[in-house]
């Protein structure tokens, strides 16, 4: 078996050479196999003759944009992991992409050591977790006290009020309440909703439970508790 075959294929689509050529030398130093594409059109054939696990898709190109890309994608049943990397970072940009079929948005300018981690994440999770046809009763949908989240539409409601999340906002709330009563440490939320294998951007777990916070707390009892020195747990509230 040749070495590219036990490699993760990464496809890069951006018409911005001096960002495709970084990307596609920090994914090949991080020993991936790498196909790199200019425009929408050429993403769209390689991403159907070559069958890569995963593209990362800039959204602002020439031809097609990378919306349509993914939505192309989709539509003919190719069910490859999207990350998109784009300057646009507005919440109803976000939406769009994501619920077109994108797993996860990266905003121009970024960093190359951030992005090999998103990827290898998503990587993680889309193999770790295949779709199981054959459970009708999983709709996507969790459920803690007066809180759901829908892992299909994207969206996110308490006691019937819709409140918007970024796409990590919405990763970290998804694995909390999957999660829902255990207690769940700094290191398990940056490995699993951030990918990174250590623990030494801990304060960033500590700013994003405070996102979650300031959104969730004003509708109802808090959800999300500390326990001091652990980590943190989504429980249902007591008397719920």
């Given at each position: 078996?040749?070495?590219?075959?036990?490699?993760?294929?990464?496809?890069?689509v951006?018409?911005?050479?001096?960002?495709?050529?970084?990307v596609?030398?920090?994914?090949?130093?991080?020993?991936?196999?790498?196909?790199?594409?200019?425009?929408?059109?050429?993403?769209?054939?390689?991403?159907?003759?070559?069958?890569?696990?995963?593209?990362?898709?800039?959204?602002?190109?020439?031809?097609?944009?990378?919306?349509?890309?993914?939505?192309?994608?989709?539509?003919?049943g190719?069910?490859?992991p999207?990350?998109?990397l784009?300057?646009?970072?507005t919440p109803?940009?976000t939406?769009?992409?994501?619920?077109l079929?994108?797993?996860?948005?990266?905003?121009?300018?970024?960093?190359?050591?951030a992005?090999?981690?998103?990827?290898?994440?998503?990587?993680r999770?889309t193999r770790?977790?295949?779709?199981d046809?054959?459970?009708?009763?999983?709709?996507?949908v969790?459920?803690?006290?007066?809180?759901?989240?829908?892992?299909r539409?994207?969206?996110?409601?308490?006691?019937?009020?819709?409140?918007?999340?970024?796409p990590?906002?919405?990763?970290?709330?998804?694995?909390?309440?999957?999660?829902?009563?255990?207690?769940?440490?700094?290191?398990?939320?940056l490995?699993?909703?951030?990918?990174?294998?250590?623990?030494?951007?801990?304060?960033?777990?500590?700013?994003?439970?405070?996102?979650?916070?300031?959104k969730?707390?004003?509708?109802?009892?808090p959800?999300?508790?500390?326990?001091?020195?652990?980590?943190?747990?989504?429980r249902?509230?007591?008397?719920a």
């Open positions: 078996m040749p070495e590219s075959a036990t490699r993760p294929h990464v496809l890069v951006d018409d911005e050479p001096n960002i495709r050529d970084l596609e030398a920090a994914l090949r130093f991080h020993g991936f196999e790498v196909s790199t594409a200019r425009n929408g059109g050429e993403g769209l054939t390689l991403a159907r003759d070559r069958r890569p696990d995963l593209i990362v898709l800039d959204v602002l190109l020439p031809d097609v944009n990378g919306f349509d890309v993914c939505r192309r994608l989709r539509e003919r190719d069910d490859v999207v990350i998109y784009t300057a646009r970072d109803s940009d939406v769009t992409g994501l619920s079929g994108g797993d996860d948005y990266v905003t121009k300018p970024f960093s190359v050591e992005l090999i981690a998103r990827i290898r994440a998503l990587l999770r770790r977790d295949p779709p046809n054959g459970s009708p009763e999983d709709d996507g969790l459920r803690v006290a007066d809180l759901e989240l829908d892992e539409s994207w969206t996110v409601r308490r006691g019937g009020t819709p409140i918007e999340l970024s990590t906002e919405f990763r970290l709330l998804a694995y909390l309440m999957g999660n829902a009563g255990q207690v769940l440490s700094r290191a398990q939320l490995e699993n909703v951030w990918g990174w294998d250590y623990a030494g951007q801990s304060q960033i777990v500590e700013t994003y439970v405070s996102y979650l916070r300031r969730l707390d004003p509708l109802g009892p959800l999300i508790h500390t326990q001091r020195g652990v980590g943190y747990a989504l249902v509230p007591d008397g």
